[in-house]
Structure formats: C-alpha cells, structure tokens
C-alpha cells in the first residue's frame, strides 16, 4: 500500500509564508490527481488546491493569488506554497493522491490515498 508522506507546516505568523511538500513512500507509475485540503476545527474538510495530469490546476477562492501549488514530476511530489498567510489558514492540511503503479505481485494497480495531515497554525 502507498502511503502519502507530508512534511513542513508548523507555526507561521500571519502574512508570513508557507511551504508543503507531499511524496509518496513508493514508486508511482502514474499520478492522476493530487491535491491539498484543509480542516480547520469544527469545519468540513475543504479543497486547497489541485494539479491534474496535463498540470491542470484549481485553486478554492480564498487562496487564489496567494497560493501556488506544483508538482516534480520525477519525484511524484506536490508542493504547496502559500503567502500573506492569515489567521483564517489556520487547519490541519492534508495531501490527497489519485494514482496507478505496479504491485510487489506486478499487478497494476489504482488507488486514492490521503496522508496523515501536517498542523498548520497562523499567529495574529
């Protein structure tokens, strides 16, 4: 089973910037999807951002200008960069992955994964 590996997040202070970084413990023969989301406390889970195959990307409006997220194609890891960080950003932040690679067995396989989330936490 692959796993979603996340790293950075933490404490920022506000208008500061922030930078994530999802990789998959494994080889992946192809990434369809991958994309961040957020939950902050007592709210749903929300879309961040998203890059597709063909580098199709989409941003949730209170993000947009402020956000960029991209993808090392060699590396099958997402990066998350966010700037003018506010107080509202404050969330636990996961990483999701739509993808095909090619079991232990060699049987090719899809699956979608989420990772474990990584705290992100905007001072004023």
């Known amino acids: 089973q692959v796993q979603l590996v996340e790293s950075g997040g933490g404490l920022v202070q506000s208008g500061g910037t922030l930078s994530l970084s999802c990789a998959p413990s494994?080889?992946?023969?192809?990434?369809?999807?991958m994309a961040w989301y957020r939950q902050a406390p007592g709210k749903q889970r929300e879309l961040v951002a998203s890059?597709?195959?063909?580098?199709?990307?989409n941003y949730t409006d209170s993000v947009k200008g402020r956000s960029t997220i991209s993808r090392d194609g060699a590396k099958n890891t997402a990066y998350l960069q966010m700037s003018s960080l506010r107080p509202e950003d404050t969330a636990v932040y996961y990483c999701?992955?739509?993808?095909?690679?090619?079991?232990?067995?060699?049987?090719?396989?899809?699956?979608?994964?989420w990772g474990q989330g990584i705290q992100v936490t905007v001072s004023s």
């Open positions: 494994r080889n992946i023969d192809t990434i369809y999807n």
């Open positions: 999701y992955a739509h993808f095909a690679y090619t079991a232990s067995n060699g049987i090719r396989r899809t699956e979608s994964t």
């Open positions: 890059i597709a195959a063909g580098d199709t990307i």
